[in-house]
């Protein structure tokens, strides 16, 4: 059964810096890996998704990495901002029927 | 478009009542997925559905939960009887495909509250 591990639970960053959020699952054998934000009250809004075959996507100022051999992905994310603010999931499919594995998400806060 | 619609966004019942949560895929999108999020256990896939067709229901808690899609606009979560512990956010997604390309759409999701 596949396990999806996200720390830290909270993170709390100045504006200004780059930050790193880490998701880790236990089962390599996944068909993608998506990267969710949610504002509180709100539903999920997909940020980056990345297939099995690829390394990394990116758009603007994120970046998400895979590697499936560590059981690792990573989203990165450039010049923080408060509007940033989110819990961040990280969710994979994978299996016979393709359904999504959530994480607990990480909860980030860029104080301005 | 104009995304997944669910109706209503917030529901407070009585335990013991019965609840229809409803959603409306996006147009053109084969899948329909059923979550529930709560503090204690996060996102849980409940059942999904390809071409108005449940595949996968193990998801599902208990048999006071089911789940239909008469089409492919239209499908609906119910609980009857209701109980406090069924207090959660239920988000409908959909997506046109599964498999590696393609990614999920969530809607606003309904918070229910069971006193």
């Known amino acids: 059964k596949q396990e999806v591990t996200q720390i830290p639970a909270a993170l709390s960053v100045p504006e200004g810096e780059n930050l790193v959020l880490n998701c880790s699952f236990t089962?390599?054998?996944?068909?993608?890996l998506q990267w969710f934000r949610q504002d509180p009250g709100k539903g999920l809004t997909s940020l980056l998704l990345?297939?099995?075959?690829?390394r990394e996507q990116t758009s603007g100022r994120l970046n998400a990495s895979l590697d499936k051999s560590s059981g690792r992905s990573t989203l990165y994310i450039a010049a923080s901002q408060p509007g940033d603010s989110a819990t961040y999931l990280c969710?994979?499919?994978?299996?016979?029927?393709?359904?999504?594995?959530f994480g607990k998400g990480t909860l980030l806060t860029v104080n301005p | 478009d104009a995304g997944v619609i669910q109706s209503p966004r917030h529901e407070v019942t009585e335990m013991g009542q019965e609840v229809t949560l409803r959603c409306k895929p996006i147009?053109?999108?084969?899948?329909l997925f059923w979550y529930r999020q709560t503090m204690m256990r996060g996102l849980e896939l409940l059942i999904y559905?390809?071409?108005?067709?449940?595949?996968?229901d193990s998801g599902m808690p208990e048999d006071r939960f089911s789940a239909k899609m008469p089409n492919a606009s239209f499908s609906t979560l119910k609980i009857q009887p209701s109980e406090p512990r069924d207090s959660a956010v239920y988000f409908c997604?959909?997506?046109?495909?599964?498999?590696?390309?393609?990614?999920?759409?969530f809607g606003p999701g309904t918070r229910l509250t069971v006193t």
């Open positions: 969710a994979l499919s994978g299996g016979s029927n393709y359904k999504l594995t």
């Open positions: 089962d390599s054998a996944i068909y993608n």
């Open positions: 990345i297939q099995s075959s690829q």
């Open positions: 997604a959909s997506s046109p495909q599964t498999g590696m390309g393609y990614e999920q759409y």
């Open positions: 147009s053109g999108h084969d899948y």
């Open positions: 559905f390809n071409n108005n067709v449940p595949i996968d």
